[in-house]
């Protein structure tokens, strides 16, 4: 088990590595110039464009597309900014379609930014326009894929109460206040921690929480230990990987708190169920996670944009579903 563990943890840091120091100005230019030549060489090229290119989520859903594009004879670009900036995400799918991509799966990051901007530009250039991860406004996407939002909080929040029946003090950390997909999930974890308006008694949400990293995985680790340290939370939960996504720090911060989260004293609630994840989850510094699917995301996108491409109509919304992850479970719950 721990050699499995240890050998999806390398590829993992070696997929982040790769990605955290990419995406220079130059290496963006690159791509751009990549698609051109394709393009020159008659390939169809299609771009999936995350909110940020450092969260490690994507850089799954990127090799998805990728590889299945090229089962078609075609391509999938990874292309995007650091940080999940709505105007970068607006300058970067200009940008794709400057350089002739020939469709563009899209992770929006703030509701409705790119429908009120640049909506009226994207449905005269008609080619395929799809939301993966985090919807778009309809006028835009033919098609979403990924999780129901809400119903993936709601996992997570009957995952805790299970844990937690009498319930507890809690603080939720989100990425952003206007993050559609975040939100989503936020109001699912709080119905999944509750049947009913008698239980929602039992839970306490502590003052200054909600928590917002803005897709600053430090800033997120220092959220957590505020909330643990200061808040004195029994538990806390991340609408995405948040703190987690930055192994080393978080291993460093949880290290501490092992004894308290493996008897249950503090829980540790995240969603996604990445490698490094289940590596927190073997070593005890993680309780529970409720994950996606991101390579099945990427898979789909490829798919869908080439069914748009050929004139078929897609399915408005493929759900690529849920994986349920703790310590117990870690060789087999990504595997269905």
Known sequence: MKIIISTCLVLFLTVISTTLFAFTLAEKAEKLSLIKRLKNQGTVVYA????????PFYSFAANGCDETAKQFAARCIFYGSASANMRNQVEDILALINAGIDGIAIAGVRNGFIAETIGEELQEWAKPIIAFDSPLNTEIAQSYIGTNNYLLGKALGKEIRKLKPDGGTFCIQSERP?????????????DGLTKDDTESAMWKNKSGCPMHHMGNFKRANGQMLRAIEQYKVEVF????GGPQFLPEVYREKMAAYKGDIESGKLVLASIDTIPAQLQHLNEGISTVNVGQRPYQMGRWAAKVLNMITNGDIPPVVINTGLTYCNKNTIETCTNH
């Open 48 to 55: 999936i464009l995350p909110k940020n290119v450092t969260d």
């Open 237 to 240: 939960i991340s609408t995405g």
């Open 178 to 190: 206007d993050s559609p997909n975040h939100n989503d999930r936020f109001e699912g974890i709080v």
